[in-house]
């Protein structure tokens, strides 16, 4: 298993383009708790550097928890509930949902900002307050992201399985999922550059490697590297994995250079280096990190503000895990 350093890097200030979010009533603000809860983001900070310092792959958990969350019913912390608690199931029973990690460190700092201003801020909040840091300290850029979701009252495996995309998505059904959240298809590549953060699970990736067809332009010695850490098309174990790309714990632009070198771990990484569609923008990236930056800031505010709960939808829950 590959060792990790904690890592403390600058991150680049990016603001989004300015967007509108919601209508007058129903809106996320960037001074949403302004004075219902002021401290918010520094105690968000301190909690979530403690953690980065001693375990460096917890920025790639909370990013990756923050896009699962997202992609079902929008950003509403559904995927926080237990199904204990509900008349329907979890949406971590979803295969989809393997490996989603640091949900108890969410409710953690809720419980920290229920001391310091009970009843105010929402879990999902939260999840994209912590993925946002995420970014930031692994030397990515620094986004200003608005804030007033509320909680979902409800959640389904049944639509995560339905909504979350499946390890062999085409670019256009790609490009589908993520133009329908306002993005155009420059910020969808660069939404993909999440990847950059984080490792793959060999579950993900052994049936593109032992399929009979060709694999996408693999480059040759990657592919051999792949099949040494993932060597049957059956994992023996669901807790092998390999890097996502060269440098798993530090967000930059690495992984484009990656996936037109023939690097990608995943088919839809290789897909978009070859496609008409997605191509340039994947040269762009790989040539220039701060326009990736500039792409992805702007990607991550739209997809952490389409289709959330404001004011008289859903609830602040007092427990991350349970609706109130």
Do not use: W
Request: glycine share 6%; charged share 20%; hydrophobic share 40%.
């Amino acid at each position: 298993m590959e060792t990790y350093f904690p890592l403390i890097l600058l991150a680049t200030v990016v603001m989004a383009k300015p967007l509108s979010f919601g209508t007058k009533e129903n809106q996320l603000s960037y001074n949403y708790y302004e004075f219902s809860c002021p401290n918010l983001e520094t105690v968000i900070k301190s909690e979530s550097l403690s953690l980065f310092l001693t375990d460096a792959t917890a920025p790639a958990a909370f990013l990756r928890l923050m896009f699962h969350d997202c992609q079902v019913q929008g950003c509403d912390a559904s995927i926080l509930l237990d199904s204990n608690y509900l008349t329907s199931s979890s949406e971590m029973i979803s295969s989809r949902n393997f490996g989603i990690r640091k949900r108890d460190t969410i409710s953690h700092i809720k419980s920290v900002l229920e001391e310091e201003c009970p009843g105010q801020v929402s879990c999902a909040d939260i999840i994209v307050l912590a993925a946002k840091e995420s970014v930031s300290f692994s030397g990515g850029p620094h986004i200003q992201v608005p804030l007033g979701r509320k909680d979902s009252r409800k959640c389904s495996f049944e639509e995560a399985d339905a909504e979350l995309p499946s390890p062999t998505i085409t670019v256009d059904e790609f490009l589908s999922i993520f133009m329908s959240k306002g993005m155009n298809i420059e910020e969808s590549v660069s939404i993909l550059g999440a990847h950059t953060l984080g490792v793959g699970h060999c579950l993900n990736i052994a049936g593109r490697l032992y399929d009979a067809r060709p694999r996408d332009n693999m480059d040759f010695e990657f592919e051999a590297s792949l099949r040494m850490a993932c060597p049957t098309e059956i994992p023996l174990t669901n807790l092998t994995f390999v890097p996502n790309d060269m440098t798993p714990v530090i967000f930059d632009n690495h992984y484009y250079r990656d996936i037109i070198m023939g690097r990608g771990l995943f088919g839809i990484d290789a897909s978009i280096s070859r496609h008409p569609r997605t191509a340039p923008f994947v040269m762009r990236f790989a040539m220039d990190q701060n326009y990736f930056f500039e792409a992805f800031s702007s990607a991550f505010v739209k997809l952490s503000s389409t289709n959330v709960l404001t004011n008289g939808h859903g609830e602040v829950r007092r427990q991350c895990n349970r609706v109130n």
